[in-house]
C-alpha cells in the first residue's frame, strides 16, 4: 500500500513536469510568433530624394556614403532579419512633417536636433544618443564659385556677400544661422549649385555625398566650382521613428536598430562597403 502510494506520488510529479514543460515551450512559442508577427507588419521608412533621382535597386544613383545605409535598411533587413521594411521617396522637409504629425512611421539620415527629438525617438543606451546604432559619418563640405573671395578658417566664414545657399530643413541651417550667418533655403541641392555655378550665390553648404552625386550628373559644374578642403562640420546620422510609431511598436523598432548595428559588424556589410565606395 505504501509503495502504490509512492507511485503515485511520483506519477502526479512527473505530470506536472510534462505540463510545466508544456506551457514553457508554449510561451516560447507564442513569443516567438509575436516576434514575427511585429516583424511582417509594413514599416514606411522616408528617404530624401528631393531631385527625383534616387533608384533604390540601381546603388549608383545614390551619393557614395549613403549608399550602405540604403542598402542595409532596404534590402539587408528584410532579407535577411524579416522586417517589411519600404522606403519611400520625399522631400526632406515635408518628410520631416510628416513624421512630426505621425503621418510616417520613420526617417533615414536624420542628424540630431532638440527639436526634432521633440516628435522622434533616436536610438538610446542610458538615456544619450547611442551612435553605436547610427547609419553613418559624413560630413558637409563649403562648394563655392570659382571667382568668389569667400574663406572659411575651420571655424568662421568671411568675405563674401549674400547667402550662402542650402537645402531646407537640414541641420546645416541652424548651425550657420547661430554664426549670424544668412542662409537661403532651398528644395533641390541641383538648383542650389547651379546658382554657384553662375555666381548667384557665392557658395552652398551641402553634404559631401550630395555634392559628389551632382558633380557626376552636371559634370560642367566643376569648370566654376571648388570643394573647400576643410569640411564646415561633422555630422551623424540616425534612422528616427515618429513618436507614434515608437510607442506603439518599441519592440520593433528596437530590433531594427540593434539589426542594423549587427549588420554593421558582419565581413558580408564591410565587403559591399568596399565595394559600393569604388563604384561612381
Sequence with gaps: MISCVFFTQQTVRTSLAYKIVGLVLSCLICFNTAIASE???EIV???DDSQGTLDISDITSISPDS???????GNALPQKYGFNIRLKPIIWSRGLELLKTGMADGILDASYQDERAEYAVY???DGKLDPSRSLRNSYYYLYYNKSSQIQWDGQKLSNFEGPIGSIQSYSIVKDLRAKGINVLEMQREVGI????YIGKLDAAALPEGTGTSVFNRFPYLVDNILTHKTPLTTKTYYLIFSKHFYEQNTGVAENIWNSYKEYKNTKEYKTLEDLHAKQN
Design 39 to 41: 516583424n511582417n507588419k
Design 45 to 47: 521608412i522616408l528617404y
Design 67 to 73: 549608399r550602405m545605409p540604403y542598402h542595409t535598411i
Design 123 to 125: 536610438p538610446t543606451k
Design 193 to 196: 549649385l547651379k546658382d554657384v
